[in-house]
């Protein structure tokens, strides 16, 4: 089957950095995605990774390894702001997303 | 990036009647719509995937007679909760994309209360 696991839940302290973990068993892969979402709101879309490699983009960045089906989200001076759940999900050889189930990152002063 | 967006943000009814939600793209063609629902603290569920011009193809388990799905144009897409209930009550999310692209963009949700 198709599975995508992250932790439930992260706590970090602001200013510090936080690196949320997702791994992945899917039927094919055609790029994997980060989004953030805030309590009773859509998800906004954080980055994509199709090759392997770090991918930067102001305090966040996000890594891929297509081999060991793991990715990871990074993000850097974490401010309150950032305090939401991150889903991570994987596109499969047919291009629909697979889920993970959200890290809920909370961020305290 | 592109535009989509869902009307109403929130919506009560009665149970028993039915709510349509709208979702629309707005600077470019969406020739796949998804949609999808997502109850307190848990991810997003898939319903059904759309493509223009073509019947919804739902997800095991999601009853097409009651989530009634339309896609007659690349820019609407329309979600129909027919004989809502209570169960019904959930936040749901459209999220539409190009023809060619991979990333999907969403739509702000729809908060659906039954009562």
């Known amino acids: 089957g198709q599975n995508i696991d992250q932790p439930t839940e992260m706590t970090a302290t602001e200013g510090a950095i936080v690196q949320i973990n997702c791994t992945y068993q899917?039927?094919?892969?055609?790029?994997l995605f980060w989004y953030q979402q805030h309590a009773g709101e859509a998800p906004t879309f954080l980055s994509y990774?199709?090759l392997d490699g770090l991918e930067e983009k102001g305090r966040f960045s996000s890594f891929l390894s297509r081999s060991k089906g793991y990715s990871y989200l990074l993000l850097k001076e974490l401010q309150m702001k950032d305090s939401a759940s991150y889903l991570c999900?994987?596109?499969?050889?047919?291009?629909?997303?697979?889920w993970g189930a959200g890290t809920k990152l909370i961020i305290k002063p | 990036g592109a535009v989509v967006s869902q009307h109403p943000s929130w919506v009560i009814c009665k149970s028993g009647t039915s709510v349509k939600i709208e979702c629309r793209s707005l600077?470019?063609?969406?020739?796949?719509m998804f949609w999808y629902r997502q109850f307190p603290k848990q991810s997003l569920m898939l319903m059904a995937t759309?493509?223009?011009?073509?019947?919804?193809?739902?997800e095991q388990g999601v009853e097409k007679d009651k989530f009634l799905i339309n896609h007659a144009s690349l820019t609407l897409s329309t979600l129909t909760v027919t004989s809502a209930h209570p169960e019904d009550s959930s936040f749901y999310i459209c999220?539409?994309?190009?023809?060619?692209?991979?990333?999907?963009?969403f739509g702000q949700g729809t908060r659906l209360t039954v009562v």
């Open positions: 999220s539409a994309r190009g023809r060619g692209d991979t990333e999907a963009f």
């Open positions: 600077d470019f063609q969406a020739t796949t």
């Open positions: 990774n199709v």
């Open positions: 899917t039927s094919g892969f055609n790029g």
């Open positions: 759309s493509n223009e011009g073509s019947k919804a193809t739902y």
């Open positions: 999900a994987v596109m499969d050889s047919n291009y629909q997303l697979i």
